[in-house]
């Protein structure tokens, strides 16, 4: 095959049995490959009520067809599971080296099944595959871990790993590979650590077959091109990463502060992206074959290590009040040694603080442990650390900001949609972004349709971010194109500068496959319908297809975005429509037949 | 009439983060960024008062303009 190595692996941890099987070639061409087709199998092999922290629970990593070939940001893998903090279906993405390798050992994807008795890890040389004993790494931070593997199996290794917060089963767990680089969201990393896998070590010596050598090279040239002269992946992310983002998003007033309380941080230069550069930015840290570069390698006092992220940069920053960029970036460094999905734990103690500031949490609850005032930046750190060792009241923020909420009787407070925490834009101010989280298949999240592109960014053209008008179609053709594209094994961010039919030639000079940019994005949409049949499977009502109150009842109160809430009633029964679903928001027998899911 | 101009990112290489300017007529955006040496073309996202604006606008007495390059992410 090309593209595709056209083998899975399943790994048994109950019975440490480990089996090969043929990828079904007809689904990979409908669902292109990582999120896509790893749904399909998850829905094919799990009932979705399942409790996702059981055993009956499937953790699959899985490649795109593009992963590890030789084109542009080629190193995606993605880890699809049933999400222990939505209950939804999680496809967490990441990118750094892991991926590529998993494809040059020869597999498109490993699916683990059952539980494991003990800590095991698993160790893919080529077509070499085996459990091995992962006590002694148990409890180990990352960084830890991963260099007692690559000691153990040779710096060439590639290591995915969990941390003490994905073996103790916080529901804002990540898997992290290649130290900074994290499947950060939906609690994935709980699950892993719930079949008692610490870690998945590969090394691979193979090259993925390509179909078309001289297409692939034209195509390739065509896109680099792109990407280079693209003033966003050709300049700002190579330049600044993506934190340059703080101060057009403060401008624009729409940068959440205080847990959503208000929307324009007053001291946002001083978490910006060019502070970053100016004071703590030592190199640039790329992911595998990434011609855009926005990885950061940052340093300060005695922390140093990837990141952070504009994500990171604003959830403890701005969204907790804290305006120490150097303490941002060790909370940042934290996260990623104990594994926790840095939104999710930032807006945890963002919502924390404001059950303190309320008077909900009680002075005596936390006595001993860190202040749960808002700016107090060692504060962080610290409960950074023990939601990542789930200690304390640690263990309880470590459910997350909707269980935490919720045990003082105010989920409302969670900034989320489906249990999980929205990131960094105040969708008040900017409409589409607001109709896409409400609808996001994996709740809060920006990377499934990231309207900002348009209605900030003016990518690829410049919307009214006030206006409904056309906000529903532009977030089906965002959320479709982007299923499509995490899918492929490319990096979101090349579509700043690559459309549809780059993509769709793409893979067919890797895979010898037929593809026009419409089917490719109708891949995508085939997708994001599957996603939602697995959530409506798992009691995912459409009732949850909303923002909370704060969003939709409380007008921003000053700044630029004054006055505004998000329409979602409005919009909600144009999505629907839009997406040819009926008015409860169930995708109909005709569309599912339409799409091949029926 | 006096302003308020923003810079950001590569836009303050040799002009500062904030430039507070004064103008005796009637100015538009276009006239402010020429003075400043910023070609059309690096200017992508244009802020009045924070909301979108257009190079041939006319800001008023105590306006905000906030001008960014080509910059973006997630």
């Not at chain 2, 960024?33 to 070609?39: D, F, R, Y």
Request: glycine fraction near 12%; proline fraction near 4%; charged fraction near 25%.
């Amino acid at each position: 095959m090309n593209g595709y190595n056209g083998t899975v692996l399943r790994v048994n941890l109950t019975d440490g049995k480990i089996t090969r099987e043929a990828l079904n070639q007809d689904e990979a061409r409908k669902f292109i490959g990582g999120r896509g087709l790893a749904t399909k199998m998850l829905m094919d092999e799990i009932d979705p009520k399942i409790d996702a922290l059981s055993p009956e629970n499937k953790l699959i990593f899985v490649t795109g067809p593009l992963t590890g070939t030789p084109t542009p940001t080629g190193g995606r893998y993605m880890v699809v599971t049933k999400a222990p903090l939505t209950g939804t279906v999680a496809s967490s993405n990441s990118g750094g080296y892991w991926g590529a390798e998993l494809k040059f050992a020869g597999y498109d994807a490993v699916i683990f099944e059952g539980k494991s008795e003990k800590p095991v890890y698993l160790n893919i040389v080529d077509d070499q595959v085996e459990l091995k004993d992962a006590q002694p790494l148990w409890g180990k931070l990352v960084s830890e871990a991963t260099a007692q593997l690559e000691e153990e199996h040779g710096k060439k290794a590639k290591v995915a790993v969990i941390g003490p917060a994905g073996e103790r089963l916080s529901k804002i767990a990540a898997i992290m590979n290649d130290r900074g680089r994290a499947a950060g969201r939906s609690g994935v990393g709980a699950v892993m650590g719930s079949k008692n896998l610490k870690a998945i070590v590969v090394k691979g010596s193979n090259k993925v077959s390509i179909a078309d050598e001289a297409k692939l090279k034209e195509v390739f040239a065509r896109c680099m091109t792109k990407i280079k002269e693209n003033g966003v992946t050709g300049q700002g992310l190579p330049a600044y990463g993506t934190a340059v983002l703080v101060n057009i998003i403060n401008e624009n007033g729409v940068f959440p502060t205080n847990n959503f309380q208000e929307s324009v941080f007053g001291e946002a230069e001083e978490i910006s992206g060019e502070t970053l550069a100016e004071k703590y930015l030592k190199k640039k840290d790329p992911c595998y074959r990434c011609p855009i570069g926005c990885g950061r390698y940052c340093e300060v006092d005695d922390i140093k290590g990837q990141g952070p992220e504009y994500e990171t940069i604003w959830a403890y920053g701005s969204d907790c009040g804290v305006s120490n960029l150097g303490d941002i970036i060790k909370a940042n460094y934290w996260c990623n040694e104990y594994g926790l999905d840095t939104i999710s734990a930032g807006a945890t103690i963002a919502a924390a603080m404001e059950l303190y500031q309320k008077g909900l949490i009680k002075e005596e609850e936390i006595t001993g442990a860190p202040s749960l005032e808002w700016g107090n930046s060692q504060a962080i750190i610290d409960w950074t650390k023990m939601m990542g060792a789930v200690e304390g009241y640690g263990a309880k923020m470590a459910e997350g900001s909707y269980r935490l909420c919720e045990s003082y009787g105010v989920p409302e407070l969670s900034m989320s949609v489906k249990k999980q925490e929205l990131p960094a834009y105040d969708p008040r101010g900017i409409q589409g972004q607001g109709i896409q989280y409400a609808t996001s298949n994996r709740g809060g999240c920006h990377v499934r349709g990231y309207m900002i592109s348009p209605e900030i960014l003016g990518l690829p053209e410049k919307l009214d971010r006030f206006t409904l008008d056309g906000k529903a179609e532009w977030s089906k053709i965002f959320q479709d194109f982007t299923a499509a594209i995490d899918s492929s094994g490319l990096c979101l961010f090349t579509s700043f500068a690559m459309g549809a039919d780059d993509y769709a030639d793409m893979v067919n000079a890797v895979c010898g496959s037929d593809y026009t940019g419409t089917d490719f994005i109708e891949a995508g949409e085939r997708i994001w319908n599957l996603e939602k049949v697995f959530n409506l499977e798992a009691g995912i009502d459409p009732s949850q297809d909303t923002l909370p109150k704060r969003l939709l009842e409380d007008p921003i109160e000053e700044g630029p975005s004054k006055g505004w809430v998000t329409k979602l009633s409005e919009l909600l029964p144009q999505y629907y429509s839009v997406r040819g679903w009926d008015e409860q928001g169930i995708p109909t027998d005709e569309k599912l037949k339409g799409l091949g899911l029926k | 009439m006096k302003y308020t101009v923003k810079l950001f990112a590569t836009l303050r290489e040799n002009r500062g983060k904030i430039l507070e300017m004064e103008k005796s007529g009637k100015t538009s955006i276009r006239e402010i960024t020429e003075e400043l040496g910023i070609k059309a073309d690096d200017v992508a996202i244009l802020l009045l008062n924070g909301r979108d604006a257009k190079l041939d606008d006319y800001p008023s007495d105590g306006d905000t303009i906030s001008i960014f390059p080509p910059v973006g992410g997630g």
